[in-house]
Each structure stands twice: as C-alpha cells, then as structure tokens.
C-alpha cells in the first residue's frame, strides 16, 4: 500500500465523539455515491470506516477530546481511505464491559482488500484501509 | 437517511418486540442494550426486528450478543428477525461476515421469530 502524494478527494476532520461517526459515514457514502460504485462496495466502505472510527472515539483519547481525521483517495482501479487519530496508541481497556477491538478490526479486514495500522513517533495512529473499485460483485443475494 | 429509532412493543404473546428503525452504531447501542437488559430482567423473551434498519456495526452486534447472553442466562426467549421483509444487505452483511449469523438465532420470518422467543431457548 503506497502513500500517496496527491491531495485527498476527502479530508474530514471530526471531534473525536459518537456523534461524528455518522458524519463521516455519510461523506465517504457521497463519495461513493460520485464515483459510481455499486451498493455492496459502498456498504463495506460504510461499515469498515464506521468501525475504524468507532475504535478511534472509544480508545484514542483517554481523559480529553481529541480530533479524528478521515482521508480517502480514489487511485486506479483503488481507494485508499485512512482514519487517523493523535491518540499515542491503542491500548484496549481490561474492562468487560468496554466495547473493545473484539469485532471492528476483523470486519475492516475482512472487508477491505487491504488493512495497515501504522504509529508514528508523534503518538499518530492511521488505519489505512484499501477497496478494490473492479471487484467483481460477490454472487448470491447481495 | 431514515431517523434512527429503536421502538419496544408487546404483541399478544407477551413477546417484546424491539424494532429498529435506520441507521445504529455506538450512538444508539446503549440505548439497545438498556431496552433489551430491561425486557431479560423482566423475564420478557424479546424478538429485535432488524428488517427496518438501514445499517448496524459492530457495537449493534456486541448489545445483541450482550442481550443474548442475559436472555440464555435467564432462560429467556431471544432471537434477530432479518426477514419478512428482508432486512438491507449491508444489515445482512454484518452478520454474514462476523459469521453470527450462525449463533444468535437470527430468523428471516416473523412468526418464527416469535415462536422461537416463546420456546425459551436461545442455543
């Protein structure tokens, strides 16, 4: 997964907050939605992102606000969409009940052509997640 | 994009019936998992009909699993109706792809859906 250097088709920045989730859910659907893709695809974009940014606003930022920031670049046949949040690391709570990493990262990965998560020297962490756009539509009821 | 909403009725049966309506993710999750705690403690079996909603991730997965526990804990009804109408695909998808659909039941027919909370058993 290369970086890219060109600027993104979207840049979001949102608090770090349940109620931005929806917010970003919704622009990376009218993106979607402008490139034309078909349903299924914009649906897996919707749910991976949806679960990047839910992880991000659950443990990015322990005792303060922080910012979430959504990316994406169309690319060949491709769309590379990243969530990047300042929190210095996912470090998951050991509480039961906390909502945890259990399902999000798997559903991205499996939903995605390719997942990465990187963390910077500056506390950055990016998940960038790859869509293939030429996929052929998986067959049965969908 | 409908309203988000999460609606809890009785039906005849004594059956609660926990309806969902557009979009849910961590925003509505609480509310989910507190209506269907609610109905478990009451010893109520309850029926969550995903047939209205547009999307669900995985904090609406982890409140019904959550809820499901309770329920098997308690002897409690529970099953997920996704069909009758059929739900969308991206609601069908989630559980398709964290192979859930396996576990909670989830039934694609109202009166099944009913039938299956009123048995009791959720395994």
């Known amino acids: 997964m290369s970086t890219v250097s060109e600027a993104p088709a979207v840049r979001l920045t949102v608090p770090a907050r349940a109620e931005s989730v929806p917010v970003v859910r919704q622009a990376l659907s009218g993106l979607g939605q402008a490139l034309g893709l078909d349903d299924s695809l914009i649906d897996d974009i919707k749910i991976a992102v949806t679960e990047a940014c839910t992880n991000v606003v659950i443990h990015a930022y322990r005792d303060r606000e922080g910012p979430l920031e959504v990316r994406a670049w169309p690319q060949e046949g491709r769309l590379l969409v990243t969530v990047r949040d300042e929190g210095g690391g996912f470090a998951p709570r050991a509480e039961a009940s906390s909502p945890g990493l259990g399902l999000g990262l798997p559903l991205i990965a499996a939903l995605s052509e390719e997942m990465r998560i990187t963390t910077g020297e500056d506390g950055a962490n990016e998940v960038h997640m790859l869509f293939d756009l030429d996929r052929a539509d998986p067959g049965g009821d969908r | ?123």
């Open chain 2, 1 to 123: 994009m409908s309203a988000s909403g999460i609606t809890v009725r009785m039906d005849e049966g004594h059956v609660g019936l926990v309806t969902l309506e557009g979009d849910h993710d961590m925003g509505t999750a609480p509310g989910l998992q507190e209506r269907l705690g609610g109905l478990v403690d009451a010893g109520v079996p309850a029926v969550v009909d995903l047939t209205a909603a547009t999307f669900i991730d995985s904090t609406i997965l982890r409140a019904l699993l959550s809820a499901r526990r309770r329920a098997i804990e308690g002897g409690i009804g529970f099953a997920v109706l996704i069909g009758d109408p059929p739900a969308e695909p991206a609601v069908r998808h989630v559980f398709e792809m964290t192979q859930l659909v396996d576990v909670f039941p989830v039934v694609a027919s109202r009166a099944e859906a009913v039938n299956v909370a009123r048995a009791g058993t959720t395994a």
